[in-house]
T-cell receptor, first 112, second 115 residues
Framework: DQQVKQNSPSLSVQEGRISILNCDYT??????FLWYKKYPAEGPTFLIS?????DKNEDGRFTVFLNKSAKHLSLHIVPSQPGDSAVYFC???????????FGQGTRLTINP | DTAVSQTPKYLVTQMGNDKSIKCEQN?????MYWYKQDSKKFLKIMFS???????INETVPNRFSPKSPDKAHLNLHINSLELGDSAVYFC??????????????FGPGTRLTVL
């Protein structure tokens, strides 16, 4: 039972354009969502998060949008840079449960 | 100054052996976790410890035994290794109750290969 899904295994974007990564979840109890970035042979690195009381959170080039009614969140990166090439994981949690449920990741490639 | 560190980074061993993976964090966090990333790249939680006490055990076989000597360390011992144990194991830590309570910080991973 995959409660968090990233349906696009890969995404290719031109440098300077916007990258949009998508994530869907099925468990309506989730109320805290995170995005992690992972380079090869390294651990996931925390990028940005959002709680269910918000529908948008922004940090520099990264913005996460949450649509609770659709159980969907997205990560926007603008402008995309070559260093953004990595695997991006979406994760969800029930606040305070201290247990993250991850999607299967989307490999983002930024082309020069 | 690494925040969450794991040793070893790579571990190759024979079926039936017993092995340990060590994890240490210097973030002052009081909750630590072990995750397994399988061949399909899913990251799934195995255990979490808070102040040396087990709080989550996700029906992991009892061949896996986490040990937390103090809140900065969480080691994973695996008995009688099987082929299916081959995976990348990640340690993580967090500080629940402070700001973004479920934000977890990960170590670099240990790639375990069982032959």
């Amino acid at each position: 039972d995959q409660q968090v899904k990233q349906n696009s295994p890969s995404l290719s974007v031109q440098e300077g354009r916007i990258s949009i990564l998508n994530c869907d979840y099925t468990n309506s109890m989730f109320d805290y969502f995170l995005w992690y970035k992972k380079y090869p042979a390294e651990g996931p690195t925390f990028l940005i998060s959002i709680s269910s009381i918000k529908d948008k959170n922004e940090d520099g080039r990264f913005t996460v949008f949450l649509n609770k009614s659709a159980k969907h969140l997205s990560l926007h990166i603008v402008p995309s840079q070559p260093g953004d090439s990595a695997v991006y994981f979406c994760a969800a949690s029930k606040w305070g449960a201290q247990k993250l449920v991850f999607g299967q990741g989307t490999r983002l490639t930024i082309n020069p | 100054d690494t925040a969450v560190s794991q040793t070893p980074k790579y571990l190759v061993t024979q079926m039936g052996n017993d092995k340990s993976i060590k994890c240490e964090q210097n973030l002052g966090h009081d909750t630590m976790y072990w995750y397994k990333q399988d061949s399909k790249k899913f990251l799934k939680i195995m255990f979490s410890y808070n102040n040396k006490e087990l709080i989550i055990n996700e029906t992991v076989p009892n061949r896996f035994s986490p040990k937390s000597p103090d809140k900065a360390h969480l080691n994973l011992h695996i008995n009688s290794l099987e082929l299916g144990d081959s995976a990348v194991y990640f340690c993580a830590s967090s500080l629940p109750g402070q700001g973004d309570m479920d934000t977890q910080y990960f170590g670099p991973g240990t790639r375990l290969t069982v032959l």
